[in-house]
């Protein structure tokens, strides 16, 4: 798609190459029936086979992790189709692009709900053998590991089974909905008019992983109020910070000040996870004790992580350009790309919330408390 324009100053005229927008009507629509769809799947699969705390309120269950899996299907879909606007362009045309397309989003949502089914699958398996060595305490080392094998190996059937379902149901899923919109599956959707400069990708990533850590550390605020109020304080700074220089660099772009302020507030909280999980903060209620390592706070280092690593880069190619003089800005990433990274941060954020969620995973009881790491 080319658009052309004519030059203020010289009256010539040129031709701009301008890269198709992304469809997220349908891309919503499919990863929505997906994560639904496969969610149904991975709750049946539980009550069958799983752990006997995670197989209460099964409708309820079903709804907010298929909720909160949406996220990473939306991640799936865009995949898919940015690799099927490489193939085959914007609108297949032909009935074996569009089927191809299909599958290629069908696949796509299978590898991300294979990827759900194994992660409740191995928490299922973590809650069962507490479970058996809470009430085995007193029988030999061999039963229990005998015990724990035989679950294993059903949870790995499940996995299999379960993945051969979900494959299964996709394909029906996304063929269904193809059917209902006439056969037709955009790759990309027409650009949309720009009334502004394309912001650059790599500070939209900055962004998303800042306002995604600034949630996770805003979440676990109420736990640590009744542990330790100075945590709860230095949690609370900590998410304001972050969101602030967010919205800063949302606002501001590649401004040097504000690549600064992203990485100071990323390295800071990162030097006192790492220094609370390996030999204990020096300070505090628990004082020289590591703290184990949870979904949440995984969730959340990795953000931190991703956004000095992107900040730095984006730092040392400023510090290049700046001697030469250069006014060129990168060359903008395509639609797809830059929404990927960006779902990519959310996604992340979203699962980092949920581990910061009680009783969202069950509740291993006295036998070993489970700990969604609130902790970060």
């Excluded at 203020?8 to 769809?37: D, K």
């Excluded at 909720?67 to 189709?81: D, M, R, S």
């Excluded at 996770?216 to 700074?237: G, M, N, R, T, Y």
């Excluded at 302020?261 to 006192?272: G, H, W, Y």
Aim: aromatic share 6%.
């Amino acid at each position: 798609m080319t658009t052309e324009h004519a030059n203020a100053a010289t009256g010539t005229r040129a031709a701009t190459r301008e890269r198709p927008a992304v469809p997220w009507p349908a891309v919503v629509l499919l990863a929505a029936a997906m994560s639904y769809a496969d969610g149904f799947w991975i709750m049946s699969l539980r009550g069958a086979v799983g752990a006997i705390e995670r197989t209460q309120e099964p409708f309820l269950s079903w709804l907010r992790e298929s909720t909160a899996a949406l996220p990473v299907f939306v991640l799936a879909v865009l995949a898919a189709l940015a690799l099927a606007l490489r193939w085959f362009g914007p609108e297949p045309s032909r009935p074996r692009t569009v089927i191809a397309t299909g599958l290629l989003v069908a696949a796509a949502g299978t590898v991300a709900g294979i990827v759900e089914t194994a992660a409740s699958s191995a928490w299922d398996y973590v809650l069962q053998l507490r479970l058996m060595e809470a009430m085995h305490h007193n029988s030999t080392g061999d039963a229990v590991a005998e015990l724990g094998q035989a679950t294993l190996g059903l949870q790995l059937a499940a996995v299999g089974y379960g993945g051969a379902i979900i494959l299964a149901t996709n394909v029906v899923v996304v063929g269904w909905l193809v059917a209902i919109r006439g056969g037709r599956l955009e790759a990309g959707a027409a650009p949309r008019a720009a009334r502004r400069p394309a912001l650059d990708h790599r500070v939209l990533i900055l962004a998303a992983a800042l306002l995604g850590a600034a949630a996770i550390h805003a979440a676990v605020i109420p736990e640590h109020l009744d542990h330790w109020a100075a945590a709860s304080a230095f949690f609370l700074v900590l998410a304001v910070s972050e969101l602030a220089v967010g919205l800063i660099l949302l606002r501001g772009g590649r401004h040097p000040k504000g690549l600064y302020a992203a990485a100071a507030v990323s390295i800071l909280p990162l030097a006192v996870w790492l220094c609370s999980r390996t030999i204990g903060l020096p300070f505090g209620p628990d004082a020289g004790i590591p703290e184990s390592v949870g979904l949440a706070d995984a969730a959340a280092c990795t953000l931190e992580l991703g956004t000095v690593l992107i900040a730095a880069a984006l730092l040392r190619r400023t510090a290049r350009a700046h001697p030469g003089g250069s006014s060129a800005g990168p060359t903008p990433a395509s639609s797809h790309i830059r929404s990927l990274a960006v779902v990519a941060a959310i996604a992340v954020g979203v699962i980092g919330l949920t581990g910061t969620v009680p009783g969202w995973f069950g509740d291993a009881g006295s036998s070993g408390d489970i700990t969604h790491s609130a902790s970060h």
